[in-house]
Every structure is written in structure tokens, then in C-alpha cells.
Nanobody, 115 residues
Framework: QVQLMESGGGLVDAGGSLRLSCAASGRIFSIDVMGWYRQAPGKQRELVATITSGGSTTYADSVKGRFTVSRDNGKKTMYLQMSSLKVEDTAVYYC?????????WGQGTQVTVSS
């Protein structure tokens, strides 16, 4: 069973940057299409970025041009570099497979952007 652990969140001023990490343990991480998700208070969890095992990426329109997803398959780690952060980026950020069948969700990492 794959376990996921997100880290790197924090409190940042609008316009600032953060880098999130997602560390996976267990099997079958390297071939998965992985995604970063976020859930703001009172809202549904949304997918913000995906990355294939080969490094192809997609982004939600709301973060395109500001967020960059990357991965290191050897380290079983995925990253999300977030720049030009906005107050509306405030959420708990999670990583998981970008497919209907998910691994068990991790605890997530809180990102709070202040104005």
C-alpha cells in the first residue's frame, strides 16, 4: 500500500512563494500519473496540477503560469512550486493519483496566503 505525506505548507504573504513536497512510500509510485489537489474551507477538493511518469504536466486555469509541478521518481517525491500566491490559494493541499482509483489520502499541508 502506498502512503503519501505532504509537507512544506505555511503562512505567506500574497505574492510570495512556497514549495510543497509529496513523499510516497510503498510500491507503484513511479508509473502513476500523480496530482496535487487542494481543498479550501467549505469547498470541494479540486485538482490543480498533474504530472505523468515522463514529466508531462497539466494545470488548472486558476494556477496556470504560477504553479509548477515536478517529480523525482527515484526519490518517490513530487513537488509543487507555487509563486505569485493569492489569497484564494489558501487551502489544504494534498497529493494523490490523478485517476478515479486513489491511494489513501494523507494529512495534507496547510497553505495560508494573507493579504
Amino acid at each position: 500500500q502506498v502512503q503519501l505525506m505532504e509537507s512544506g505548507g505555511g503562512l505567506v504573504d500574497a505574492g510570495g512563494s512556497l514549495r510543497l513536497s509529496c513523499a510516497a512510500s510503498g510500491r507503484i509510485f513511479s508509473i502513476d500519473v500523480m496530482g496535487w489537489y487542494r481543498q479550501a474551507p467549505g469547498k470541494q477538493r479540486e485538482l490543480v496540477a498533474t504530472i505523468t511518469s515522463g514529466g508531462s504536466t497539466t494545470y488548472a486555469d486558476s494556477v496556470k503560469g504560477r504553479f509548477t509541478v515536478s517529480r523525482d521518481n527515484g526519490k518517490k517525491t513530487m513537488y509543487l512550486q507555487m509563486s505569485s500566491l493569492k489569497v484564494e490559494d489558501t487551502a489544504v493541499y494534498y497529493c494523490n493519483r490523478a485517476s478515479p482509483v486513489k491511494y489513501m489520502w494523507g494529512q495534507g499541508t496547510q497553505v495560508t496566503v494573507s493579504s
